[in-house]
């Protein structure tokens, strides 16, 4: 990720943003926790985000490492694809990645979803303990 980990009071304060997003007008920010079915634990989170004159959507999600390669996230992108389409009648929804996150990427793959763009040392961020300018694949 390029941000976080989060400290207690940023985590609030994403909560109190995600709170404050459902009652603008556009609405412009669908998050959404991902838990287990069987208990409600909290295991991630993902989210839809506007752009363009509401036409077009970016995906953007994160799931704790322990519950990867277990078929959740693709049930995520694939709730969250059926949501943007159906109910916020968008035209377009794309997500990014880094071009080396074989798991962010192939999530996409099994939603259906092409790679469109491969852009080279396009954006800086964090990985893992370091911040470098990293290559991003963009996929719709």
């Not at 985590?11 to 556009?26: G, H, L, M, N, Q």
């Not at 763009?117 to 470098?132: L, M, Q, T, V, Y």
């Amino acid at each position: 990720m390029i941000w976080g980990p989060n400290d207690e009071k940023a985590t609030v304060d994403f909560i109190d943003e995600c709170i404050a997003w459902e009652s603008k007008s556009p609405r412009l920010h669908y998050d959404f926790a991902i838990t287990l079915k069987e208990n409600g634990k909290l295991i991630g989170g993902c989210g839809i985000y506007l752009k363009d004159n509401l036409r077009q959507g970016v995906l953007g999600w994160v799931l704790h490492m322990k519950y990867w390669k277990q078929g959740y996230m693709p049930e995520a992108a694939n709730a969250l694809l059926s949501f943007g389409f159906e109910k916020l009648k968008l035209h377009r929804i794309y997500a990014t990645c880094d071009a080396d996150n074989y798991g962010s990427y192939r999530v996409m793959e099994k939603c259906g979803m092409r790679r469109e763009a491969h852009f080279i040392k396009n954006r800086f961020g964090r990985n893992g303990d370091r911040e470098h300018w990293y290559d991003e694949y963009h996929m719709r």
